[in-house]
């Protein structure tokens, strides 16, 4: 059996797409591209050989603002990562590939996610009510979707290790949601052997010479471990095995996948023309255009544009590297001295790019992918200002560039880079935004573009008079320029909306960077207190009456929409009981998913260009201490130019309850009155209604 990285691709191999990150797929709210993006990246992961794709990602879920990986997620909210996992994990595993959903649970930093030194992992010590309305609910629609893997991950959940936590994996999964795959632990995550097995562990990657093999087998003997506990770890990965038909004509494991692509090896070519369709809009739609003053966009054959930024240009090298690559072990720029001093290990020899100051395709670490063909931003509007007649000024290497007063409009290309292994140390840059003021004092159309890994904060240009445009471009994969280029210039309708709330500072947010482990006499076993509950991102700015920048679901576009006719209906035969009784499936009780309530509202083009729309569904549950609203449906829908189209949400009865902590069941809240509210954002919801259970 063949497991290979990453939710986001292919990496360390050649003849396969980059995709759009997790965090892309998120802001573009569309849930049957990522369906379709599923499909392709499957379809490749089979070519290879590849039984198992270690993905996707739904932990972190961006409790920490600078957590290094929360790119390879979907968004910081935990209904629109569930309904994106749904897809996700639905789509690869109809092509015959198994997904691992990863890292369960609570994996929230990089910082200290590993024991290291005498120190322990860092312990996410969560309460009942936050796991479950918060942390776990994703999961739960991938075990709804039918996922055959899940992936516990390095840190330690309320003190125990992820891997070896009875309650998490045993109780919560295994029972509670009854989860009939296999859990495998994440690389060298295993700290134990007879405990390992007994607690739910199935597979330990990527060896367990030193706890399980020979030892297994003597616990068995002894008495340590029944069994029927080794049969059932058999069952579950025979089981997903046959349940994706990989008992019949799949490819050799690992087929094309060299541990050296700079010898001769076997080329499996595992692209399709079909998806490269799929690689475009994903890529298109999950740019979020949040400023647009002046007209300043779509661009219209301009005279003369002038080009700054190190995020615009290709990185100065993508091919076979020494190591298996710098952005797998987080390097931004390549260092000789690093390798050949062994600093980075000896891996094999991969396929992933590294950055000479070049534009992020995706993050670093394990998700990075390995694009065999990308265009960069730069070389896509090379190629529209030759059609155009445009005259082009570039500069890609000067924070403080020369700018030519001809230009039409000036392009600032930034990035904010993260990846696997470090947390990243800030939101903003001081370089780029020294970059941009500075361009901006010079040029009277200014339009900044961030390749963003993460969230990253604006406040130090974004009221300049000649910061006219800014879009989030995210991690777009391969298609990445032409992607952004067809929106630059209006080919494209922008459509993204913001997965993550944009606070106006760093101390807006609930949680902004890792806890690192406190001095004393408990200094080898850091904590980290979940003390806010569930009240992050979006949440936390409504509890708090904080003003962001840019709120969660927000996104412009080159055309305006109104919202109308609000229906709220209770379904009239469903059971309103106060806790739900069905039998436990794969999910968790199948009554959860009982639809209680339907919601319609209209959404009319008031401008004068076609254009998607996502309709978004907030709900207040009527709990004392609930948040103001929580995201509970969301459609993006095509309208017309002055057209009208009906959006309609189904609210099953997870969706209207919370979480009792003394009964263990999921509860609705009876005689009190849920608020309904449908609009274009978190904070843009004209369309508001009460249902009462």
Not at 149 to 155: G, H, Q, T
Not at 405 to 423: K, M, Q, R
């Amino acid at each position: 059996m063949c497991l290979s990285d990453a939710g986001n691709g292919l990496r360390n191999t050649d003849f396969v797409s980059s995709w759009p990150s997790g965090l892309h797929v998120g802001a573009s709210w569309n849930k049957s591209l990522a369906h379709q993006r599923g499909t392709g990246m499957g379809s490749e992961f089979k070519k290879k050989g590849v039984n198992v794709l270690l993905g996707p990602v739904v932990g972190p879920m961006g409790r920490v603002v600078l957590s290094g990986r929360n790119w390879e997620g979907f968004s910081s909210d935990p209904y629109l990562s569930g309904a994106l996992v749904y897809e996700t994990v639905e789509a690869v595993q109809d092509v015959g590939v198994i997904t691992s959903v990863k890292h369960y649970i609570a994996n929230e930093q990089e910082s200290n996610r590993m024991p290291a030194n005498g120190m322990e992992s860092v312990s996410s010590n969560i309460d009942d009510k936050t796991m479950h309305e918060f942390y776990l609910w994703p999961f739960q629609d991938s075990l709804r979707a039918g996922t055959g893997n899940i992936m516990c991950s390095y840190n330690r959940l309320n003190n125990s290790y992820g891997c070896a936590n009875s309650k998490s994996l045993n109780g919560l999964l295994k029972t509670e949601l009854g989860f009939e795959g296999f859990v495998v632990s994440d690389w060298n995550a295993q700290h134990a052997g007879v405990a390992t097995a007994l607690v739910g562990l199935d597979m330990a990657m990527p060896e367990s010479v030193d706890y399980w093999g020979s030892k297994l087998v003597d616990a068995v003997k002894n008495g340590s471990v029944p069994e029927s506990r080794v049969d059932d770890m058999a069952t579950r990965i025979i089981a997903s095995w046959y349940k994706m038909g990989q008992d019949k004509d799949f490819p050799t494991p690992g087929i094309g996948m060299s541990s050296d692509l700079t010898k001769p090896h076997s080329i499996v070519d595992a692209r399709n023309s079909t998806f490269r369709s799929t690689l475009f809009d994903g890529a298109v739609e999950g740019h979020v255009l949040v400023k647009n003053t002046r007209n300043a966009l779509p661009l219209s054959k301009p005279k003369m544009l002038s080009v700054f930024g190190y995020s615009a240009k290709n990185p100065d090298h993508n091919g076979p590297t020494i190591g298996s690559s710098a952005w797998v072990f987080g390097a931004e720029s390549f260092n000789y001295d690093e390798f050949s001093n062994g600093f980075f290990g000896s891996a094999a020899v991969g396929n992933t790019p590294i950055a000479f100051n070049g534009t992020l395709y995706s993050g670093g670490g394990s998700g990075a992918t390995s694009q065999s063909l990308a265009v960069s931003p730069f070389e896509a509007i090379v190629h529209r200002a030759y059609e155009d007649g445009t005259a082009l000024f570039w500069d890609f290497h000067n924070g403080s560039p020369a700018v030519d007063p001809a230009s039409d409009a000036c392009l600032v290309i930034g990035n904010a880079y993260a990846t696997e292994g470090a947390d990243r140390p800030g939101a903003r840059d001081d370089y780029t935004d020294g970059l941009i003021k500075h361009v901006a004092d010079q040029c009277n159309n200014t339009i900044v573009v961030f390749h963003n890994a993460g969230i990253r904060l604006v406040d130090q240009f974004i009221d300049h008079p000649n910061v006219t445009a800014l879009i989030f471009a995210h991690l777009p994969g391969e298609a990445s320029g032409k992607a952004l280029v067809s929106l630059l210039y209006g080919d494209a309708n922008p459509s993204g909306k913001l997965p993550y709330t944009v606070a106006r500072n760093e101390s807006d947010y609930a949680v902004l960077g890792p806890d690192l482990p406190d001095a004393g006499m408990f200094r080898k076993f850091p904590q980290s207190n979940f003390s806010e509950g569930v009240f992050l991102d979006y949440r936390h700015f409504d509890a708090k009456n904080i003003t962001p920048r840019y709120e969660f679901g927000f996104g412009l576009s080159y055309t305006t929409f109104s919202y109308g006719n609000l229906s709220v209906e209770q379904v009239d035969d469903a059971n309103t009981g106060e806790y739900p009784t069905g039998e436990v499936r794969e999910g968790g009780q199948i009554d959860l998913w009982d639809v209680l309530v339907r919601v319609k509202a209209e959404v009319t083009n008031t401008g004068g260009r076609d254009g998607a729309e996502v309709a978004q569904l907030y709900v207040g549950i009527p709990e004392e201490g609930a948040p103001v609203r929580q995201l509970r449906g969301f459609d993006k829908v095509f309208v017309s130019a002055a057209g009208t189209e009906t959006v309609e949400f189904e609210l099953p009865r997870r969706d209207l309850s919370v979480w009792d902590t003394v009964r263990q069941k999921w509860r609705l809240k009876k005689g009190g009155k849920y608020v309904v509210e449908v609009g274009g954002s978190s904070r843009d919801l004209p369309l508001k209604g009460t249902v009462e259970i």
